[in-house]
């Protein structure tokens, strides 16, 4: 069997395509550049007039990545034509008579949907409710025209089974368990407890989980553990976020290139979103690295875990509390930890994931 990977990068990048190409896969790079705002202006106007949505969607339509595709299948046409996130579905009338497999890592507008609700600012709320309609018909297109459909959870397959999916597979994200095997399972609440905080800060979700942490269940957290800290480690900081630094306890960590130490150093994860979808990684790597978790329902929301079992779920009402509860008792963090990298082993780890899905596509020959 032969894989043939289109991939679109915004430089020439031999370090990621070695890496690729060494699990024995062919890699063509798209060179598709750096965003300009001018150029994503334009194209948002673009999908506008043709009533599409531009994120998740015609943000990452580009000529270099058309001509890639249209010239690796005039080489030889492919049997299956997979097609990674909602977006790749621009390019399924390239497909010809391949077999057309669409992995869709979240129910798209649902996730627009509840980000708008998560914006303050009425004109950015009205623009994402109108995104979130316009994917919604991408999405009852896509379902609709692939031959096998990938979910990342059981709430997203029946989604798109609802809107027509002929054949759909619940295909979870994962972890290599392997890379945090030498990390320790629970914590010790130490002198001055870390509560940590994954993801990247330019997405509004995560932007509006720091400031509802930092303002509101840190000093919660605090009231019980005075020197407890809120360490926060991600990419792209607004000056809102940036802010936050300022206020007693919160460390910002901006990106990095390693999260294990990060995750090592800390005593609890937090996950307090209140939008988005699929099934967070984060959760899924502090599992794996034996980190105890406490999440909202939206959190959470797609893992097969349990509150009380592997990781406690909790509103943001009662978001501090949980955390300080959780460090008032390491030995029942430790208990959780204990199931949950158990759960990220035998239902995560990637090796299993990518059986799974090389199993539903092989079904369908």
């Known amino acids: 069997m032969r894989v043939r990977l289109v991939a679109g990068l915004s430089q020439a990048d031999d370090s990621a395509v070695a890496g690729v190409t060494a699990a024995g896969i062919d890699v063509t790079p798209a060179v598709v550049g750096d965003r300009r705002p001018w150029r994503e202006a334009l194209r948002a106007l673009k999908a506008a007039a043709v009533a599409e949505p531009y994120v998740f969607y015609r943000r990452h339509d580009r000529r270099a990545i058309w001509d890639a595709i249209r010239h690796e299948i005039q080489q030889q046409p492919p049997d299956v034509l997979y097609l990674d996130h909602l977006d790749s579905m621009r390019f399924v009338e390239l497909a010809g008579s391949a077999t057309v497999v669409a992995d869709l890592h979240n129910v798209y507008s649902l996730l627009a949907e509840r980000t708008a609700a998560e914006h303050s600012s009425g004109i950015a709320a009205r623009y994402l409710q109108r995104e979130a309609r316009l994917l919604d018909a991408i999405e009852r297109r896509a379902a609709g025209r692939a031959d096998l459909l990938m979910t990342v959870s059981d709430l997203e397959a029946r989604h798109f089974r609802s809107i027509g999916a002929r054949r759909v597979v619940v295909v979870?994200?994962?972890?290599?368990?392997?890379?945090?095997?030498?990390?320790?399972?629970?914590?010790?609440?130490?002198?001055?407890?870390?509560?940590?905080?994954?993801?990247?800060?330019?997405?509004?979700?995560?932007?509006?989980?720091?400031?509802?942490?930092?303002?509101?269940?840190?000093?919660?957290?605090?009231?019980?553990?005075?020197?407890?800290?809120?360490?926060?480690?991600?990419?792209?900081?607004?000056?809102?976020?940036?802010?936050?630094?300022?206020?007693?306890?919160?460390?910002?960590?901006?990106?990095?290139?390693?999260?294990?130490?990060?995750?090592?150093?800390?005593?609890?994860?937090?996950?307090?979103?209140?939008?988005?979808?699929?099934?967070?990684?984060?959760?899924?790597?502090?599992?794996?690295?034996?980190?105890?978790?406490?999440?909202?329902?939206?959190?959470?929301?797609?893992i097969a875990a349990e509150?009380?079992?592997?990781?406690?779920?909790?509103?943001?009402?009662?978001?501090?509390?949980?955390?300080?509860?959780?460090?008032?008792?390491?030995?029942?963090?430790?208990?959780?930890?204990?199931?949950?990298k158990r759960l990220a082993e035998h239902v995560y780890d990637w090796s299993g994931v990518g059986r799974q899905a090389a199993e539903a596509i092989e079904e369908l020959f």
């Open 172 to 302: 979870p994200n994962g972890v290599d368990t392997r890379e945090y095997a030498q990390l320790p399972v629970g914590r010790e609440t130490a002198a001055h407890p870390v509560v940590l905080f994954l993801g990247s800060l330019s997405w509004a979700p995560n932007a509006s989980a720091v400031q509802f942490l930092a303002t509101t269940a840190l000093p919660e957290v605090r009231r019980h553990f005075p020197t407890a800290v809120l360490r926060i480690v991600g990419r792209g900081r607004s000056p809102a976020v940036e802010a936050l630094r300022q206020l007693p306890g919160v460390e910002l960590v901006g990106a990095v290139a390693d999260v294990r130490p990060s995750l090592e150093g800390a005593n609890v994860l937090a996950v307090p979103l209140e939008a988005g979808g699929g099934t967070r990684l984060k959760i899924l790597e502090a599992f794996a690295a034996g980190l105890p978790v406490v999440s909202t329902p939206i959190g959470a929301e797609g």
């Open 307 to 340: 509150h009380g079992k592997h990781l406690v779920i909790a509103p943001r009402t009662e978001f501090g509390t949980a955390i300080a509860g959780l460090l008032e008792r390491p030995a029942a963090g430790l208990a959780l930890a204990h199931e949950a």
